[in-house]
């Protein structure tokens, strides 16, 4: 059933988000005169590497113009329904990490192995509730692991869509201000 949801959504997104998959392939193509796609390979479901698909918004570990723009909206990850449909990712999910970034949270323990059962995924509690440590982004994604069901994955979908077009430091804000965290 994921997946039959996986594929319909992706579908969707990429029919919705055409017409800006353009655009920001000919405002990167065009203004920055560098790479339009971003490769990278991450670690996925039982921990084999697949290569993830985004929008190249850095050179040199610096965010361009057009890139800021594109990372604070999260259009800069469009590009990963292809990662969907291919059956590397999953729409919802665990963020896809590199093998650097396991090794760093330390998360190559058994402790962490529910967490490569499932597929990565392009939005998530941990995605939603970003910019934290390794050790709220665990809570986060054993929630996620713990709970999740095509109605939690709908709901953080429409969250992320939100934060496509509020951008995600004032969605971010007023889910903390809601829950009185702030």
């Not at 990429?14 to 971003?38: A, D, Q, R, T």
Request: charged share 20%; with cysteine.
């Amino acid at each position: 059933m994921k997946r039959c949801f996986d594929i319909f959504f992706s579908l969707i997104a990429l029919l919705v988000f055409g017409g800006p998959i353009i655009l920001i392939s000919i405002m990167l193509s065009v203004y920055e005169k560098h790479p339009v796609v971003f490769r990278q390979q991450r670690i996925g479901l039982d921990k084999k590497p697949f290569v993830i698909f985004k929008f190249q918004t850095m050179v040199n570990g610096v965010p361009t113009k057009v890139g800021r723009v594109l990372r604070k909206s999260g259009l800069d990850e469009i590009l990963q329904f292809v990662n969907v449909l291919k059956g590397d990712m999953s729409i919802v999910g665990p963020l896809a990490l590199t093998e650097f970034d396991i090794n760093r949270l330390q998360w190559n323990s058994e402790l962490y192995s529910p967490r490569w059962k499932v597929k990565p995924g392009i939005t998530g509690f941990a995605q939603i509730y970003g910019g934290q440590n390794k050790d709220v982004s665990w809570y986060w994604d054993k929630r996620y692991l713990d709970s999740s069901n095509i109605v939690m994955d709908f709901v953080i979908i429409l969250v992320s869509f939100i934060m496509n077009f509020l951008g995600k430091r004032r969605v971010r804000n007023i889910i903390w201000f809601n829950r009185g965290l702030r």
